[in-house]
């Protein structure tokens, strides 16, 4: 009905980072949701419960209810090379686990994209392939370690154009561990 509110969805990725269910994404994945669910890759779904937000690095943790899941180590984010191969792991457009390949082509990098006060960001830039929905991902080095959560893209068409953003793994897991 006309001026009713409308219920919306969104969408987005996270990486498992222990097996007992806890996983990483972007606040701005998960901000405002009343309901969060998650779908593995083996098309399991899940609700998931918020764990904890940190807007000033733009990173959420949520759970789901579930044992013995495979997860992703974190790999030394400092340990990254300009140059280095890295794949981006997540759902754009909702198309489940795509897997793009780019190289690192710097470090530290602040794109003045997080609004709040207190905000951290010193991202890895890259030119794999990143769009909306890739929010939240995994980017791994050739090993299939953690290196960095997909954050952001530039871009002045909405899609990809050549530079995406992560924040790094050594970040990521400072700020889980504290909000589990």
């Known amino acids: ?3 009713q509110p409308r ?4 969408s987005g990725s996270g990486v498992l980072i222990s097996e007992e269910g806890y ?14 669910e998650v779908t593995l890759h ?3 779904n899940y609700e998931a419960s918020l764990i904890g937000t940190d807007p000033s690095t733009d990173l959420a943790v949520i759970k789901i209810e579930e044992e ?3 997860f992703l180590s974190f790999a030394n984010s400092d340990d990254v090379k300009i140059g280095s191969w890295v794949l981006a792991v997540g759902n754009p457009f909702n198309l489940a686990s795509t897997v793009t390949a780019g190289i690192v082509s ?3 990098r602040n794109i003045n994209i997080l609004r709040d006060n207190y905000a951290i960001e010193s991202f890895i830039q890259t030119d794999a392939a990143i769009n909306r929905g890739n929010s939240g991902g995994a980017l791994v080095n050739l090993n299939g370690d ?3 959560i997909n954050t952001a893209i530039a871009t ?8 995406a953003f992560a924040v790094p793994s050594n970040i990521v897991k400072k700020v889980t561990e504290d909000l589990i």
Request: charged content about 15%; proline content about 5%.
């Open 1 to 3: 009905f006309p001026g």
């Open 7 to 10: 219920e919306s969805m969104a």
């Open 23 to 36: 996983i990483v994404t972007n606040n701005h994945v998960v901000e405002d949701a009343s309901s969060i």
């Open 42 to 44: 083996d098309n399991r």
């Open 68 to 70: 013995a899941l495979d």
């Open 106 to 108: 710097a470090k530290a």
């Open 146 to 148: 953690l290196i960095g």
């Open 156 to 163: 002045p068409t909405g899609t990809y154009t050549g530079y």
